[in-house]
Nanobody
């Protein structure tokens, strides 16, 4: 059974950086598409970034380009989201989601069936 185990996040000051990570269990990250979404209470998840297999092609939401970077460590079966220049409006829960289907065009929550538990990111002084 495939699982996604998240870690990272936390509290950071405006302008700072944080990582969140998503480790795959039961599947190699090199055989999986992983996307990051962020969720506000009561709202549909907002697409952040995606990396697809096999080569790790990437895609980003326009509003995240230049600040957020998705990457993977094949040896650790882990996908990372590096968030730089964080702002107050980035305060939200970040979730990773997985699919065996390929493609960086998969940017809606309904295209993913496997989800991590979510990590809170809080940007505040």
């Amino acid at each position: 059974q495939v699982q996604l185990v998240e870690s990272g996040g936390g509290l950071v000051q405006p302008g700072g950086s944080l990582n969140v990570s998503c480790t795959t269990v039961g599947v190699y990250v090199t055989s999986y598409t992983i996307a990051w979404f962020r969720h506000a209470p009561g709202k549909e998840g907002e697409f952040v970034a995606v990396s697809t297999w096999p080569g790790g092609s990437k895609g980003y939401a326009d509003s995240m380009k230049g600040r957020f970077t998705i990457s993977r460590d094949n040896n650790k079966n882990t996908m990372y989201l590096r968030m730089n220049f964080l702002k107050g409006e980035d305060t939200i829960v970040y979730c990773c989601a997985g699919s065996r289907r390929k493609g960086t065009s998969k940017r809606t929550t309904c295209e993913y069936k496997i989800w991590g538990g979510g990590r809170q990111v809080t940007v505040s002084r």
